[in-house]
């Protein structure tokens, strides 16, 4: 009886380190930090020109049509960041934002970058299919 016991009170203290160890190792869902996030940031203000309206229409469409899969899962997000309204004042002036500008904010082996494309989004609005596939090759670049 006693050696019966002692073999369940093993049984029960293996049982007992087996949870407890599996509870304590990290889920597998949870991102890891050497993971890259790609935040596409347009800012614009209040009053928006169509060269700006048609930046944003042609970053949507490589983002929505060639990176689905990351936009779903979160690898890229889209922001559009009025630089007039107050609640933004922070983000624009981390950007140096004060009008109409597009960034990458690159999140990737613990770094950040930013990586301002306005000069090069406004030289190539008027050419859709060119400004898409640069667009697409930078995106993939900093992946």
Known sequence: ???LFHLSALTLSLLFTACSSNA???SKSAPSP???RIDVIQFHSEHRCETCLNIEAMTKEVLNTG???QMKDGTFTFRLVNVEEEANEKVA???GAYGTALFLHVHKNGKDEKIDLTEWAFMHASDA???KAELTQKLRAKL
């Open 24 to 26: 304590q190792q990290p």
């Open 1 to 3: 009886m006693k050696h």
């Open 93 to 95: 002036e981390e950007f």
């Open 34 to 36: 050497a993971a890259t």
């Open 67 to 69: 990176f689905a899969v």
């Open 129 to 131: 299919a060119a400004f």
